[in-house]
């Protein structure tokens, strides 16, 4: 398995880097398994190399969209009537090894994590870095640990158990904690054991706060590589999940009070600003999208797409639950989702091309909302119902929710908006499961509601847990 993470990575006797349109990313082709001295030889070249990373990212198993449709399914947000052996695998709660998305998901998120694990600490990188001007190397190290970071919170909510007093501490039931690259294949083989929730947590959190001290101030959220925001946002949700409220709030202040991010009027804007150049204030980090060969977005929106001419009908949709918790006088239910032969599919993702969010403004102003609420005090309930009626005003026309309806059901409704606000993007399983509820008739911890360790890691890493 591990040494997948090296065929992928690049290689041969060179790099190839092909420039992205508009976008600092790059393509790296490779040519053979094993990472010369050759290929990398200055701080540029390491730098060249986290960009791959960033590349590697919009994956189809890490941001674009497969680890999130997967959990939608597993959850109740997301119907499908695709029948091969994969997706009714996920359908029926009963993934084994071989799930393909189960496999791309591991896969592809941990190939990112070794090519910024690469580019700043391994082998290759350490006698470079280490005559380097210190800005060069604490701007590698920092997209390192943001990458990283992304990678181990997409990967631990798929595989580990959920973060709980019950569970944090249940041995081998995280994941593998991958610090640093591996460039040959005696690196990649080294048997390395699943950590526990709680660690990887701690981890998690580790990077990112070093990611939020060290990524450059003067980076803006549309260059494709992450900001401060980015790592604070980020945060901010890893607390939320973790049940740290006032953590959560912590880190999310900062952006909240910045004046620098705001809900577009038009609420498809974010989705558009690919492909219709609209503009948008909601986005707090993504990979963005320069043409439908450099779709950012791709397995989401080829799965859920709706005005495709050649594929009309698509095989994913969302539940009925889901369009059924919609109210009638909700803008979102008219401006998503549209119903042909009786059937209701989404318009969200009715486009050529597409940035991915990978951190949404809107999101960010939910998670801020119900971690003040959780407090009870009167001025935080205040604050809490400000932006609670800041999504309303834009769903319903005016808001909907009073500091006078008290703490309970100012957190019930940031949740009721949670659901409607983030569906279908890959949040509702997790969401099941951080308020204990049963996902599909099985319960919020069962492991059937968890990926199984794919079969290339299970043959590179015989000893490994599992689920």
């Known amino acids: 398995m591990k040494a997948k993470y090296i065929v992928s990575l690049i ?11 508009k976008m600092d990313l790059l393509e790296i082709k490779p040519e053979n398994n094993v990472l010369t001295e050759d290929a990398v030889k200055k701080p540029e070249d390491l730098q060249k190399l986290m960009l791959s990373a960033y590349n590697q990212v919009r994956s189809a198993g890490f ?23 994969d997706w009714t695998q996920i359908v029926a709660h009963s993934m084994d090894l071989f799930n393909p998305p189960g496999r791309n998901i591991w896969e592809n998120t941990y190939n990112a994590i070794n090519r910024a694990n690469v580019s700043s600490t391994s082998a290759l990188a350490d006698d470079i870095l280490a005559a380097a001007d210190p800005a060069v190397v604490a701007e590698l190290k920092g997209d390192a640990a943001y990458i990283r970071a992304l990678g181990n919170f997409h990967l631990v909510r798929l ?35 699943r950590s526990t929730v709680e660690e990887v947590y701690t981890q998690i959190i580790s990077d990112l706060k070093f990611a939020e001290a060290n990524l450059p101030a003067s980076r803006t959220w549309n260059i494709g590589k992450a900001t401060p925001d980015a790592a604070r946002s980020l945060l901010a949700k890893v607390y939320f999940y973790k049940g740290d409220m006032a953590a959560a709030v912590a880190e ?9 991010y ?35 977005w791709g397995s989401i929106r080829g799965n859920y797409r709706s005005n495709n001419t050649t594929a009309p009908i698509p095989q994913w949709g969302p539940s009925p639950s889901l369009v059924a918790s919609y109210a009638l006088n909700d803008a979102r239910l008219n401006k998503f989702y549209t119903t042909k032969n009786g059937v209701v599919y989404t318009t969200k993702f009715n486009y050529n091309y597409m940035d ?3 951190a949404g403004f809107d999101e960010l102003v939910l ?19 400000s932006w609670l009626n ?32 983030l569906a279908l993007r890959g949040e509702r399983l997790h969401e099941l499961k951080r308020l204990k509820l049963p996902v599909r008739g099985d319960a919020w911890d069962s492991r059937k509601v968890l990926f199984q360790i794919p079969d290339t890691e299970q043959s590179g890493n015989p000893g490994i847990t599992l689920n």
């Not at 290689?11 to 349109?21: D, H, I, N």
């Not at 999310?252 to 620098?260: F, G, L, Y």
């Open 11 to 21: 290689l041969g006797s060179g790099l190839v880097f092909a420039s992205c349109e």
């Open 63 to 85: 941001m674009a969209g497969t680890g999130f449709v997967a959990p939608d399914v597993l959850a109740d947000d997301a119907v499908t009537t695709n029948g091969t052996f």
């Open 159 to 193: 595989y580990g158990m959920p973060y709980s007093d019950q569970h944090k501490n249940d041995p081998g039931m995280g994941i593998p904690i991958r610090m640093k690259g591996t460039t040959t294949i005696a690196e990649s083989f080294e048997a390395l054991p």
């Open 252 to 260: 999310a202040k900062t952006i909240m009070n910045s004046n620098v």
């Open 262 to 296: 705001s809900l577009d009027a038009d609420m498809a804007a974010k989705y558009a600003r690919a492909e219709l150049k609209t503009t948008t204030k909601e986005v707090i980090f993504m990979i963005p999208s320069t043409a439908s060969s450099d779709d950012s």
């Open 356 to 358: 991915a969010i990978v």
């Open 367 to 385: 998670i801020y909302a119900e971690a003040l609420a959780s407090s009870g005090a009167p001025a935080d309930l205040a604050e809490a119902v």
């Open 390 to 421: 800041k999504i309303e005003t834009r769903a319903y026309g005016a808001p909907v929710t009073l500091v006078a309806a008290g703490k309970d059901a100012i957190i019930n409704a940031v949740r009721k908006e949670r659901r409607l606000e």
